[in-house]
């Protein structure tokens, strides 16, 4: 449940992320991003519990992977390019299906989501890619406001979740500018905001520093450290060790598809 400090915080900025039914407790098999000692635990966002994942050409892109992610984590996954991070997240959020093992997001488990129970499950969850993936004849806050539209929500609720959003990434002044008038920086973070508009409890960045500099990618760590004060569940992928350090969240390596130790930022 997200604290009442925290919803007087999201007020403040206009945005608060979802409220969703999640598990209480994680199994002891499943390695756990690290909490301080001090701190209760909360419950689990997502679970990946045995999980393998082989590609039609033979690739083994994961193997036995077991990972726990709580309500309200910041957690850096990292390894070098082909060790199996996209793969991970694409679990998550059901672009892919595991071959084995268990994936449980808010309580479901996606080997048995389907159809508008998948997209139902999606709208919980924030995506941003590497790539922006921005429609280039729409302006920024068209861009923003076309995950509300293909939702079905009135224009009334598009402009009301609009601003907040655009204002979180600092991009409010931009809001009729088309991709091609931005930096790389500035589509970065339309792409979060589009990421963030609906609200989700859980975002995951895959590789979203990966076509910045050093500035910039720092710039966008903030915005996900802002996102995660409020109470939103951060997952990002990374080979930017110095980013990692920087940031000074928990951090997981997988190479060659499997889970090392946590690492120690």
């Known amino acids: 449940m ?33 909490t301080p000692a001090a701190v209760p635990p909360k419950p689990a966002i997502a679970i990946l519990r045995g999980v393998s994942k082989v590609y039609s050409n033979g690739t083994i892109a994961l193997a036995n992977v077991s990972l726990g992610i709580r309500q309200g984590d910041f957690l850096f996954i990292t390894g070098p390019s082909g060790s199996g991070k996209s793969t991970l997240l694409k679990l998550i959020y059901g672009a892919e299906q595991a071959n084995e093992g268990d994936v449980i997001v808010h309580g479901q488990d996606l080997t048995q989501v389907r159809g508008d129970s998948l997209s139902r499950l999606r709208r919980q969850i924030g995506v941003v890619f590497q790539d922006y993936k921005l ?116 951090v997981v390596q997988l190479n060659n598809g499997k889970l090392r130790r946590p690492l120690h930022s």
């Not at 091609?180 to 895959?206: N, W």
Request: aromatic fraction near 4%.
């Open 2 to 34: 997200v604290t009442t400090s925290t919803l007087d915080n999201a007020r403040a900025t206009g945005y608060t992320p979802g409220n969703s039914a999640i598990p209480d407790t994680v199994p002891s098999s499943v390695t756990m991003a690290e």
């Open 135 to 250: 429609i280039p004849r729409r302006t920024v806050q068209e861009n923003v406001a076309f995950v509300l539209w293909a939702q079905g929500m009135s224009r009334k609720e598009i402009h009301r979740r609009l601003l907040p959003a655009l204002k979180m990434v600092g991009l409010q002044h931009k809001a009729d500018c088309f991709p091609d008038e931005l930096s790389g920086g500035e589509q970065q973070r339309v792409s979060i905001a589009r990421a963030i508009v609906g609200t989700p409890p859980l975002l995951l960045a895959d590789e979203p520093t990966g076509n910045l500099d050093p500035d910039n990618s720092w710039q966008v760590i903030q915005i996900l450290k802002r996102l995660n004060k409020l109470g939103v569940t951060v997952i990002v992928t990374t080979h930017d060790e110095n980013l990692i350090r920087k940031a000074n969240h928990s």
